[in-house]
């Protein structure tokens, strides 16, 4: 479902293109469960390009980073801290015994895919930015 909305904003070229990137990519079901929280189908969420360019781009980061490098940094900065996505609103990573939590609501289940302009983390939640929800 990512990769469908990434076509769909025309930012598939750019993170194809680009980088380096972290991505923190939701899977099918939190694209599913995001849409019914913000009480639209899974289909007019990836047909509404404004909304899809916010929640994409708020799951990139201009850089790559592992999982051991991120855990590292937010231990270093006493297990919070903010880093700053492709989208404006800065994201809130918080390391614990639970492991990373993003914005207080994703928590990554696949770490360190790694590909050819960077690294993709697997979360179990869609990251919604607040000018969409």
């Known amino acids: 479902t990512l990769v469908t909305a990434a076509e769909n904003t025309g930012l598939a070229s750019t993170l194809d293109s680009g980088g380096p990137f972290t991505l923190f990519a939701p899977t099918n079901a939190a694209f599913e ?3 019914a929280d913000l009480g639209v189908s899974p289909n007019a969420l990836l047909s509404d390009t404004p909304t899809l ?3 994409v781009t708020l799951h990139v980061i201009d850089s790559a980073s592992t999982f051991d490098d991120i855990s590292v940094f937010v231990e270093a900065q006493g297990g919070m801290t903010e880093i700053q996505p492709l989208n404006a609103q800065p994201l809130t990573l918080t ?7 993003i914005n207080g609501v994703a928590s990554v289940t696949q770490p360190d895919i790694e590909v050819s302009n960077g690294i993709i983390h697997i979360i179990d ?9």
Do not use: E
């Open 33 to 35: 469960a995001a849409a």
């Open 53 to 55: 360019v916010d929640i």
């Open 95 to 101: 390391l614990d015994d639970a492991g990373l939590l």
């Open 125 to 133: 939640t869609v990251l919604v930015p607040d000018s969409v929800s």
